[in-house]
């Protein structure tokens, strides 16, 4: 069993920047594939940025302004976010795959002047 959590969601106006963070309750030592997916209202859950093995992919609406990092030590999955748009706004979750697939509760960003 794994258990996420995310935060650092919240307000923020266009281009500006917010870090997510995620903590799992067990070490993601071998968890190989940890990433953060996004839901905003009325569309289905998509994914954002994913890290495997130590590579990184990212959805082409982020590449450039997003980046994903784990802190292994820590158990711990970031998400930096810059020049935010407002189509960023959703729910993001963090998630995890060991066998099967774990998803955080999520945390809301909504980007907004």
């Known amino acids: 069993q794994v258990q996420l959590v995310e935060s650092g969601g919240g307000l923020v106006q266009p281009g500006g920047s917010l870090r997510l963070s995620c903590v799992s309750s067990?070490?993601?030592?071998?968890?190989?594939?940890m990433g953060w997916y996004r839901q905003a209202p009325g569309k289905q859950r998509e994914l954002v940025a994913l890290?495997?093995?130590?590579?990184?992919n990212y959805a082409d609406s982020v590449k450039g302004r997003f980046t994903i990092s784990r802190d292994n030590g820590k158990n711990m999955v970031y998400l930096q976010m810059n020049s935010l748009k407002p189509e960023d706004t959703a729910v993001y979750y963090c998630?995890?795959?060991?066998?099967?697939?774990?998803w955080g509760q999520g945390t809301q960003v909504t980007v907004s002047s």
């Open positions: 998630y995890a795959h060991l066998l099967t697939d774990y």
């Open positions: 067990r070490s993601i030592f071998s968890i190989y594939t």
């Open positions: 890290t495997r093995d130590g590579r990184t």
